[in-house]
């Protein structure tokens, strides 16, 4: 049994609110690994759980955050011992089951991959499940054939967490990227990051009643959905692909049959959080080798437990930018 420290959200007639903890690790939920954990990492998903959106977090109280890395304190599955680094994402971490923004978490093996050579936790958690996503995004589309001669990548939503991350991993890859944002004034920021132009957001987010448009771009990731992806679709080039993994916009889109049959482009859904562990394995393998990214500390900023409340704010106020690291442990 240790004592531990955690952000706990409550939910109540006034609203949400939240404050730092003292808790039992006896009261975590089952699961085969103890871990204690050294970082987490703000994603959009944990502003929702900190707001009380529905359909993220069920039951109040609660501890959010879907990332966490650190190190086994306790393990009842041989393929853990004390003492390995390891990192956990997805599944139902920081939705349900108490997540990284305390200093230990208890979860089942399945869901813990062990850090690979050639990243550290802190690495890892500048990544998160925002780069982690980016790095699903660019898989999908190579599983399609995309390759950098193809021509332009937009990427969308892009001085977000995903959106950064794709900048920098597309550009370090040797694709050229254009980087849309409704922060024109970060122009300096995504260009360092990689990007080769940048594209104002207003431009790509009215309504357009044609079924197809010129075609701007070989390939895109898209992290906003609404209007913004319905004329992506339209103006992808012949056997272009959008990866499709966010609704900050909209949940919903709309499209015409014309793109895919006139133009042969394809739609790709990417999910982070449930895929099979040995997929995830795969992907921070990577991260870690061929991916690896070279400047990462360069877009983020690293926080405690108590920087939470703001900038989970500023997340669903569009305002963040970058990746925010938080120094857990
Ligand atoms: N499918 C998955 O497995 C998966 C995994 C991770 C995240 N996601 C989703 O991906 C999305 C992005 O996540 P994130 O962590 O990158 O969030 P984020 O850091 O908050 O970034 C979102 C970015 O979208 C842009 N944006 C904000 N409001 C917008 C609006 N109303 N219309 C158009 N663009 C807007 C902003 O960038 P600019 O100002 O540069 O335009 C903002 O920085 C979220 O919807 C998240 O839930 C999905």
């Given at each position: ?208 009643k044609r079924p197809v448009l010129a075609p701007r771009w070989a390939h895109a990731i898209d992290c906003v959905g609404g209007e913004i992806l319905s004329n992506i679709i339209k103006e992808l080039s012949p056997q272009g692909s959008v990866a499709i993994c966010g609704l900050v916009a909209s949940p919903g889109f709309s499209a015409t049959v014309l793109p895919f049959i006139l133009r042969g482009v394809n739609v790709l859904g990417i999910d982070s959080v449930e895929i099979p562990i040995d997929a995830k394995n795969r992907i921070w393998d990577r991260l870690a080798s061929d991916w690896k990214l070279s400047h990462l500390s360069s877009l983020s900023n690293e926080i ?26």
């Amino acid at each position: 049994m240790s004592k531990y420290t955690a952000l706990v959200v409550e939910k109540s007639e006034e609203g949400m609110s939240h404050s730092l903890v003292q808790l039992d690790t006896n009261d975590l939920p089952e699961g085969e690994v103890l871990i204690k954990v050294s970082f987490s990492s703000v994603n959009y998903k944990d502003a929702m759980s900190m707001t009380g959106v529905p359909g993220v977090t069920r039951q109040y109280p609660h501890t959010p955050g879907i990332d966490a890395a650190g190190v086994v304190a306790e393990s009842t599955d041989g393929n853990f011992s004390p003492g390995d680094e390891i990192i956990c994402i997805g599944y139902d971490l920081g939705m349900n089951t108490s997540g990284g923004f305390g200093e230990y978490i208890r979860v089942p093996s399945k869901w813990i991959s062990k850090l690979p050579e050639g990243l550290s936790l802190k690495d890892s958690m500048i990544i998160g499940t925002a780069g982690f996503t980016a790095a699903l995004c660019l898989e999908k589309l190579e599983l399609m054939g995309a390759s950098p001669e193809d021509g332009p990548v937009l990427v969308t939503g892009a001085t977000g967490g995903v959106g950064s991350i794709c900048v920098m991993l597309l550009s370090q890859l040797g694709y050229e990227v254009v980087a849309c944002t409704g922060k024109t004034e970060k122009k300096a920021f995504l260009m360092d990051l990689g990007a080769g132009s940048i594209l104002d957001r207003a431009e790509l987010s009215e309504p357009n009643k044609r079924p197809v448009l010129a075609p701007r771009w070989a390939h895109a990731i898209d992290c906003v959905g609404g209007e913004i992806l319905s004329n992506i679709i339209k103006e992808l080039s012949p056997q272009g692909s959008v990866a499709i993994c966010g609704l900050v916009a909209s949940p919903g889109f709309s499209a015409t049959v014309l793109p895919f049959i006139l133009r042969g482009v394809n739609v790709l859904g990417i999910d982070s959080v449930e895929i099979p562990i040995d997929a995830k394995n795969r992907i921070w393998d990577r991260l870690a080798s061929d991916w690896k990214l070279s400047h990462l500390s360069s877009l983020s900023n690293e926080i405690t437990l108590s920087g939470l409340g703001e900038t989970t704010e500023k997340l669903l106020a569009g305002l963040g930018s970058g990746r925010t690291l938080v120094k857990v442990g």
